[in-house]
């Protein structure tokens, strides 16, 4: 079952949680990962596409393919640091 995700990877939990609250408060997703987030994605507002489970690290797998739709979710802590996910679809 593909899924499509953005992400924002940021180092510590603190980050992760304020960057949370600004996104819950009404920050846009997309413009926060741009300006904050510490992976490639960023340039595309933390979209990563599409992608079938086993293809993401086994804690970030976990989390898109069983979190809730449209929302925020996280931190989600892995080898590379806390993301916060925000799954786009399931299908």
Known sequence: ???TARHILVETETQCLQLKSEIEA???FAEVAKHKSSCF???RGGDLG???SGQMVQEFDDAVFSGELNKVLGPV?????YH???V???W
Do not use: N
Not at 77 to 81: E, L, R, S, V
């Open 1 to 3: 079952m593909p899924a």
């Open 26 to 28: 009404g920050a846009d």
């Open 41 to 43: 994605s960023r340039l």
């Open 50 to 52: 599409a992608f079938r």
């Open 77 to 81: 802590k892995t080898q590379f640091g």
């Open 84 to 86: 916060l996910i925000e």
């Open 88 to 90: 786009t679809s399931r």
